[in-house]
T-cell receptor, first 114, second 114 residues
């Protein structure tokens, strides 16, 4: 079945480390997104990509970086510059311009700083 | 700036006790309003897209409605398995690539007791 796979499910980061969260989709979707979810807050957009080799900053891009070398993959790197990285990270994708089927989300990666 | 406000923050119902969740929004040209269900530790699951005032959509015990300023998610005779956080999001109508992004509310945590 098609879907979005995020890995790992749980990730622990030491102070000063960079970590990379994986997001892979086999839905043939064009656009991909990274959101951050904190308790009591709505999902906030970190980065998004409409096509391969192109991406834009969202509302909270500082301390994060992404790449989109393949249509299927949109990895997110949380750098040491991100001062408060502990959160639940969600990857999503969407096909074309239509909204009938909404945005498909992965199952998330919970990142904890130790 | 697009804004989405959901109320109440939390709602407890007895099984069979119908109620509604509210989503108030401010957006420059609504392209679509989305409802998602999110279970603890998982990614949001798409429920509905509403496009214009007066539109209604139904799925099992859920019915979503839309006006020019807000959307309601009506839950009829809920069951314990309907317990989840319900998220509302809007997409702005725009020719720019930023128009494809969603702005989320903080969600309503619904608990249905047997």
């Amino acid at each position: 079945d098609g879907g979005i796979t995020q890995s790992p499910k749980y990730l622990f980061r030491k102070e000063g480390q960079n970590v990379t969260l994986s997001c892979e989709q086999n839905l043939n979707h064009d656009a991909m997104y990274w959101y951050r979810q904190d308790p009591g807050q709505g999902l906030r957009l970190i980065y998004y990509s409409q096509i391969v080799n192109d991406f834009q900053k969202g509302d909270i891009a500082e301390g994060y970086s992404v790449s989109r070398e393949k249509k299927e993959s949109f990895p997110l790197t949380v750098t040491s510059a991100q001062k408060n990285p502990t959160a639940f990270y969600l990857c999503a994708s969407k096909k074309g311009q239509g909204d009938y089927y909404g945005y498909t989300f992965g199952s998330g990666t919970r990142l904890t700083v130790v | 700036e697009d804004q989405v406000t959901q109320s109440p923050e939390a709602l407890r119902l007895q099984e069979g006790e119908s109620s509604s969740l509210n989503c108030s929004y401010t957006v420059s040209g609504l392209r679509g309003l989305f409802w998602y269900r999110q279970d603890p530790g998982k990614g949001p699951e798409f429920l509905f897209t509403l496009y214009s005032a007066g539109e209604e959509k139904e799925k099992e015990r859920l019915k979503a409605t839309l006006t020019k300023k807000e959307s309601f998610l009506h839950i009829t005779a809920p069951k314990p398995e309907d317990s989840a956080t319900y998220l509302c999001a809007v997409r702005r109508s725009s020719k720019e690539t930023s128009g494809s992004r969603l702005t989320f509310g903080e969600g309503t945590q619904l608990t249905v007791n047997p």
